[in-house]
């Protein structure tokens, strides 16, 4: 089983920063993409930032250019760099990781329990 133990959300005025943290541990064969997803009030889940083992990002057109994602693969930890924040980021923000627990499984999907990220003045 995998375990993700998020952190770094919080309440910022807008056009501050803030870094979210997700790291994943247990029994872990290994780890394909990570990412982070957020859930608005009233509105469905969404991808916010994926990325892949080896590297390549994807975002959603809403944080390009203010939000960078990387992952420390030794670590088995997903940062989320958001800058620039709006009140629209106002979310909880959900930690994804699609990972194998051992050798004769598929990978499947783990998830955070989520974060509260509260863009006010």
């Known amino acids: 089983q995998v375990q993700l133990v998020e952190s770094g959300g919080g309440l910022v005025q807008p056009g501050g920063s803030l870094r979210l943290s997700c790291s994943a541990s247990g029994s872990i064969f290994s780890i394909n993409n990570m990412g982070w997803y957020r859930q608005a009030p009233g509105k469905q889940r969404e991808l916010v930032a994926v990325?892949?083992?080896?590297?390549?990002?994807n975002y959603a057109d809403s944080v390009k250019g203010r939000f960078t994602l990387s992952r420390d693969n030794a670590a088995n930890t997903v940062y989320l760099q958001m800058t620039s924040l709006k009140p629209e980021d106002t979310a909880v923000y959900y930690c994804?990781?699609?990972?194998?627990?051992?050798?004769?499984?598929?990978?499947?999907?783990?998830w955070g329990q989520g974060t509260q990220v509260t863009v006010s003045s």
């Open positions: 990325i892949a083992s080896g590297g390549s990002t």
């Open positions: 994804n990781v699609v990972a194998r627990a051992n050798a004769w499984r598929g990978p499947r999907d783990y």
